[in-house]
């Protein structure tokens, strides 16, 4: 009697590939393959639009809404041109304001838009100079509420303020 092995594995495993369980192995291996293939994808995608932003823009910028930001520039810059002194250092502080809270919302810490300025390191934000003596004449007009500003002053506070949120594409 002559038993030849591996006949037998061989008619086993034909068996076992023309089986219904093959079928649902196979079905479940692919479903579960795909499943993984579209979690990777996912996972890859978001991890390259955060280093895009960093590579781009020096820091991990968060998506921020460009309406609220025009909306509320256009206010300041209408106040700024209305020719009252009062409301000209009105829209310095809510640019100031602003600039503060979009900073915080990048990430940059502190109680105000002055250590939040500290905190950045040079070629992170566009116009980082321009904010700075921007935020000189905003602390000239909370110090002395009497201080006399002229329009150029104003002009170049809000134009300092303009660039850094320009170069976040918050303006246009």
């Known amino acids: 009697m002559d038993i030849n092995i591996f006949a037998i594995i061989k008619s086993l495993w034909q068996a076992f590939i023309a089986s219904s369980f093959f079928v649902f192995l196979k079905s479940f291996g692919a479903f579960a393959f795909a499943v993984l293939l579209v979690a990777n994808i996912l996972l890859l995608s978001k991890r390259l639009r955060s280093d895009w932003r960093v590579a781009f823009r020096g820091t991990n910028v968060p998506p921020l809404k460009k309406s609220k930001y025009m909306e509320l520039w256009e206010h300041i810059k209408n106040d700024a041109a209305s020719g009252d002194s009062a409301k000209a250092k009105i829209a310095?502080?809510?640019?100031?304001?602003?600039?503060?809270?979009?900073?915080?919302?990048?990430?940059?810490?502190?109680?105000?838009?002055?250590?939040?300025?500290?905190?950045?390191?040079?070629?992170?934000?566009?116009?980082?100079?321009?904010?700075?003596?921007?935020?000189?004449?905003?602390?000239?007009?909370?110090?002395?509420?009497?201080?006399?500003?002229?329009?150029?002053?104003?002009?170049?506070?809000?134009?300092?303020?303009?660039k850094v949120f320009k170069g976040l594409e918050l303006l246009d």
């Open 92 to 162: 310095v502080i809510e640019a100031d304001r602003m600039f503060s809270e979009t900073l915080g919302k990048i990430g940059y810490k502190g109680k105000d838009a002055g250590e939040q300025i500290a905190a950045v390191r040079p070629g992170q934000l566009v116009g980082l100079d321009g904010a700075k003596l921007a935020h000189e004449t905003f602390k000239k007009i909370v110090r002395n509420g009497k201080h006399k500003i002229d329009v150029s002053e104003i002009e170049a506070a809000l134009a300092g303020y303009e």
